[in-house]
Structure formats: C-alpha cells, structure tokens
T-cell receptor
C-alpha cells in the first residue's frame, strides 16, 4: 500500500497570506489527523476528521481550518499567516484494529511551511 | 496544562547501553499509550504501544512499562544502537482525543 502523502513538501509564504495543505491517507483509512510540529512546542494536535466530519479539535485559533472529502483526502487551510505559523505540518491517517484493540497512526512526511 | 509530559528534552547514551525515555500523565482515563519515533524530515513512525490493562509490553529491543499508580510510562531500549538516535514521542488516546508529549531527543553515541 502507498503511504500517507502530503503536498506540497515545502512552502514559503509571507505574513497575511493564506495557505492550503493537502493530505492523502492510506487507502481504506477514514480518519485523518493534522499536527503542527515546532522545536519549542513539539507535536501539537490540530484536528481530526472522520468520514468528512471533524471529530476532534485542538487548541488552535480559528485561522486554522480543515475539511475532508468523500475519498478521505483532507485539506488544511491557514488564513492570515503569522510568523509563528512557521512549522512542519504533519498529517496522519489511522486504522483501528478491532482484533488487537489498537489504533495505529501512519504519518506522512509533512509540509514544511516558512512564513516570512 | 500539559496532560502528557516528557520532562527530558534530550538524552545521550552510549551504544550498547540502556536508553530510558519517560512520560508522565495526569488523566487516568485513557485507552492505551503509544510511542513514536521521528527522524528529521520524516513523519513519526509507530514503535510500540501498551493498553491500560497491562503494565508491560515487549517487542524486541523495546519494552514499555506502565505504572498506573505513579501515572508514569517509560520506554526502555536495550541495547541502544546509533540508528535509534531520533526524537521519541509518547501519545495517549482517551476516547477520541489524541494527546502527544513534547518529545525527547535521544542521541546514541558509538
């Protein structure tokens, strides 16, 4: 199976602009989560989508939004970019095994966003 | 308020020795914990997990211990290898909520 893919891999934007990041989960995975990683804060949960519905949301301002399509592909949008939004944005798709009762996340390579 | 804390941002260990990575949590209502390993420029990869009903899970060189009374989780890597050098994150699931620790950067020196 192909892994989780994210596009673009690298992005440079300026303050005030908006950006859209894309994530394609592993085929068959219906849950997609987004994370922000920065050196000071580590991995922080943004939101999770399941079957086109936002199931969980982290503590990020409303400038961060997302959506999921019927094919489970997900997009994340950040409006009015700030310098502090520079980070690695990771997407993960999840699979819950009812047999082992374990959920495993498979992460994509991330999109590195630099805001100037 | 950090519900999951990894108090050591970095750890340096000699090759062949034991690496112990720690994680403390505040909420006792969780389903299971997972450990992830992340190399630079790559996404985290799943390493090992432990459910709330166990106190130990072992997979090769990796063993995770869960002390529920102390609300403490640890990952042991024995013997440590240079290829283990990475950032390690603990994460727990509580219902639909996914909480990560801040990460510990492990450096294994030859």
């Amino acid at each position: 199976k192909a892994g989780v893919t994210q596009t673009p891999r690298y992005l440079i934007k300026t303050r005030g602009q908006q950006v859209t990041l894309s994530c394609s989960p592993i085929s068959g995975h219906r849950s997609v989560s987004w994370y922000q990683q920065t050196p000071g804060q580590g991995l922080q949960f943004l939101f999770e989508y399941f079957s086109e519905t936002q199931r969980n949301k982290g503590n990020f301002p409303g400038r961060f939004s997302g959506r999921q399509f019927s094919n489970s592909r997900s997009e994340m949008n950040v409006s009015t970019l700030e310098l502090g939004d520079s980070a690695l944005y990771l997407c993960a798709s999840s699979y819950l095994s009812y047999q082992t009762e374990k959920e495993t996340q498979y992460f994509g390579p991330g999109t590195r966003l630099l805001v100037l | 308020d950090q519900q999951v804390k990894q108090n050591s941002p970095s750890l340096s260990v000699q090759e062949g020795r034991i690496s112990i990575l720690n994680c403390d949590y505040t909420n006792s209502m969780f389903d299971y914990f997972l450990w992830y390993k992340k190399y630079p420029a790559e996404g985290p990869t799943f390493l090992i997990s432990i459910s709330s009903i166990k106190d130990k899970n072992e997979d090769g060189r990796f063993t995770v211990f869960l002390n529920k009374s102390a609300k403490h989780l640890s990952l042991h890597i024995v013997p440590s290898q240079p290829g283990d050098s990475a950032v390690y994150f603990c994460r727990y699931n509580q219902g639909g909520k996914l909480i990560f620790g801040q990460g510990t950067e492990l450096s294994v020196k030859p």
